[in-house]
């Protein structure tokens, strides 16, 4: 998520030619847009920082809820 907020900063200084990144190529953005391509396709899953994510928040719930009906007695 940090890289798309930089890509979307980066585009708007650009755009608006703020400072030192007027100077900037829209291909350098536009190679860092194709990184965080691959990177949310094909590393990510592979990797399993998908499931892992997934698999953190099924395990909150399930201590939320376990934790609710044994402090309820």
């Known amino acids: 998520m940090?890289?798309?907020l930089l890509i979307v900063a980066l585009v708007a200084l650009r755009?608006?030619?703020?400072?030192?990144?007027?100077e900037l190529s829209w291909w350098a953005i536009g190679a860092l847009m194709v990184v965080a391509f691959l990177w949310f396709?094909?590393?990510e899953p592979m990797l399993g920082?998908?499931?892992r994510r997934a698999h953190n928040?099924?395990?909150k719930r399930r201590k939320?809820?376990?934790s609710k009906t044994f402090d309820k007695k």
């Open 2 to 4: 940090p890289l798309i």
């Open 15 to 22: 755009y608006f030619e703020v400072w030192k990144f007027a």
């Open 41 to 43: 396709e094909f590393l």
């Open 49 to 51: 920082f998908d499931k």
């Open 57 to 59: 928040e099924d395990e």
């Open 64 to 66: 939320e809820r376990v």
